[in-house]
């Protein structure tokens, strides 16, 4: 038993989960998803009748469309132009979709589970006061890596992949995959600097960059973390505006599909084929997946439930951290086992990150995508001075708040 | 614009540039409000939350909408909704699976006529050929059996591909022997050879549209009105 909680905490069993059961099936299935959900949203039905040829009922309404394409992708000839840097070719692909795996290791996905208690309700007084209790003795944190700098080494394993679309243009030896590259740093640039500069509000208020404890702790100790009102996304809207821009034009996806300008320039990954194609493709699709689970992690509460705390159900009173100390103050407890309390929450974490995945792909098919010019315009003039000024304003509420005992 | 037709400029509605003042020295000289993109045409929010108000709207009919019938659909034709489940606004027809409508004239591939005794009832006079306008009509004659009709076509092929589904064909023939009424779409094909209907298809057409009393009609030596 011993050895396989300690397996089961290891970061890297926690990423292979995360990665494999969760991340990638979400990210496949948003494929399906992009094409049924534009195809609703415009009066059409979509792909709809993808089955194995053993089994022609089994349509599941288009879903096993995603198996078709990678089916497909696998099985293309692998193409490599004559003239490309085959070195910077081949790495690429791989610069585009590995940073963003890497920084699903900051993401915090679930509760932390205390195996021994998992059939009967945690006492999160007990946790707090005796946290060396025997029933605490092993736990398994549902988060591959908490750093202080948190959402900090998102920032900067993001900028890295950058270079999958840079190096792509540059190594194709192609004139309209190079000002894709090109395109795509410049626009990567752009926006990191107010996505960067749009989150700080929300690190000021919390007083952590960590998205785990951003999760656990809310913007405010009067109310419990688990209270949607304690969100961030409240107390930091404009925030969420800004850096849910910003984060979609990471993507380099419509609205901010300059890079790509497949009417134009049919983007930097325009000598690509088959696997390797796929690869961009992929990672276009786990960075939506990825967004959604930062702005869960920062605006959203995370994994947590509305109301339900370690031990249950609390409807009126709360449970809350006061200058590190674990206060209570009554309520009605709705007891739940704890097993049933995280099974909860990484649903929730799911659900959160679906509706987001889902709300991404709505503006992905209204918004008509903009011109050069305006995406510079708008990244430069817009967002960046808005940005500062929202953390400036931030500052100043932190400040009063502390001053006056708001927080 | 508004001003050069003579309008009242504060009730011109069209988007643009409106003349607020024209000089009084020079009609030329004209005082011009240009709209200016606001605060909220800058950030995009105001465009993009209307834009994301209309594709939700449509997100949500179409998701939890029941689709209208097929056969509704086909036709074009609206039906009562029955419950409180909206009808979508989906109009894709499913191809395979659905057929679209046919309207009642709809008459489809050409057939060919045949006697009592199954015998093809062209009697190779060349007419239809002669007319067709398209000249997708190949007829190569042979002795009949039937002495009585001289001729009967050894080779007789439509190319489906290059008929203009004129009817001239129908028009032409003196014995009632090509039709077009046997309401069989035209297949898509994958060579253009297999869209030659030659004489056997043709006849089999005959035999699949029914026993139409009159695709087996007697005919030849019983005076002018045989065909009725
Ligand atoms: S319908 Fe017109 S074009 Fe077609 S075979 Fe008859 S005469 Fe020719
Ligand atoms: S007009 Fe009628 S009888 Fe004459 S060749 Fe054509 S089908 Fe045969």
Same mark, same amino acid.
């Given at each position: 038993m011993q050895t396989l909680y300690a397996v089961l905490d290891h970061p890297a069993t926690k990423w292979v989960l995360l990665v494999f059961v969760m991340v990638m099936p979400l990210a496949s299935l948003l494929t399906w998803a992009e094409r049924r959900q534009s195809a609703m949203m415009q009066d059409r039905l979509g792909p709809n009748r993808a089955a194995p040829t053993f089994a022609p009922w089994l349509k599941l309404k288009g879903i096993l469309h995603f198996v078709a394409d990678a089916i497909k992708m696998i099985s293309k000839e692998d193409f490599i132009p004559g003239n490309v840097h085959k070195g910077l070719f081949t790495l690429a692909p791989l610069l585009a979709i590995g940073p963003v795996l890497i920084a699903f290791a900051i993401i915090p996905f679930g509760p932390t589970i205390y195996p021994h208690v998992l059939d009967g309700t945690l006492d999160p007084l007990l946790l707090a006061s005796q946290p060396e209790h025997q029933d605490f003795l092993h736990s398994i944190r549902l988060q591959v890596a908490s750093f202080d700098y948190g959402i900090l080494f998102y920032f900067a394993i993001l900028t890295l992949s950058n270079y999958g679309g840079t190096l792509a243009g540059w190594a194709s030896y192609n004139k309209w995959a190079?000002?894709?590259?090109?395109?795509a740093s410049s626009q990567m640039m752009s926006y990191e600097v107010a996505m960067g500069l749009s989150l700080m509000g929300c690190f000021l208020l919390v007083g952590s960059l960590e998205p785990g404890y951003i999760v656990g702790a809310g913007a405010s $100790?009067?109310?419990a973390p688990s209270n949607p009102l304690n969100?961030?996304?409240?107390?930091?809207?404009?925030?969420?505006?800004?850096?849910?821009?910003?984060?979609i034009a990471e993507t380099k996806r419509a609205p901010f599909d300059i890079p790509e300008g497949e009417p134009e320039i049919i983007g930097y990954f325009v000598e690509y084929s088959g696997l390797r194609w796929g690869l961009f493709f992929l990672a276009e699709f786990i960075e939506i997946v990825f967004i959604s689970a930062v702005i869960t992690s920062v605006f959203f509460g995370g994994w947590q439930v509305p109301f339900l705390d370690a031990d249950g159900f609390r409807i009126g009173g709360y449970m809350a951290e006061v200058n590190g100390q674990l206060v209570s103050t009554g309520g009605t407890v709705l007891n739940l086992p704890h097993a049933v309390v995280t099974a909860l929450q990484l649903g929730a974490f799911a659900l959160k990150v679906i509706l987001l995945c889902w709300f991404q792909l709505l503006i992905r098919w209204t918004l008509p995508r903009f011109r050069a010019d305006q995406l510079m315009n708008l990244g430069w003039k817009v967002l960046l001075p808005l940005a500062l000024a929202w953390t400036?304003? $931030?500052?100043?509420?932190?400040?009063?708040a502390i001053h006056f005992g708001w927080v | 614009m508004g001003a050069s037709h003579g309008h009242d400029a504060a009730d011109d509605e069209t988007p643009g540039p409106r003349v607020l003042v024209v000089s009084a020295v020079s009609p030329r000289v004209r005082t011009i409000a240009v709209e200016r993109p606001g605060p909220s045409d800058v950030t995009y929010l105001e465009a993009a939350r209307k834009g994301l108000g209309v594709t939700l709207r449509h997100f949500v009919k179409n998701v939890l909408g029941k689709r209208r019938p097929a056969a509704a659909l086909a036709r074009g034709e609206e039906v009562a909704k029955q419950g409180l489940?909206?009808?979508n606004e989906i109009e894709t027809i499913q191809y395979p699976e659905e057929k679209t409508h046919y309207p009642e004239r709809f008459r489809g591939l050409h057939r060919l006529m045949q006697r009592d005794d199954g015998a093809v009832r062209c009697v190779a006079c060349m007419l239809c050929p002669t007319v067709c306008p398209a000249h997708c009509i190949t007829i190569v004659p042979a002795e009949a059996d039937d002495q009585g009709v001289e001729k009967k076509p050894a080779v007789f092929e439509i190319d489906e591909l290059r008929c203009v589904v004129c009817g001239l064909c129908v028009e032409a023939c003196p014995c009632d022997a090509i039709r077009m009424d046997s309401g069989v779409h035209a297949k898509p094909?994958?060579?253009?050879?297999?869209a030659i209907m030659t004489r056997e298809k043709l006849l089999d057409l005959?035999?699949?549209?029914?026993?139409?009393?009159?695709?087996?009609a007697t005919q030849g030596g019983e005076g002018p009105d045989w065909r009725e």
């Open positions: 190079l000002l894709g590259g090109l395109r $100790s009067k109310l969100w961030l996304w409240l107390w930091q809207f404009p925030a969420l505006v800004l850096f849910m821009t910003a984060a400036m304003l $931030s500052a100043l509420f932190k400040l009063a | 489940v909206p009808w094909v994958e060579h253009r050879g297999d005959s035999k699949q549209v029914g026993k139409d009393p009159a695709s087996t």
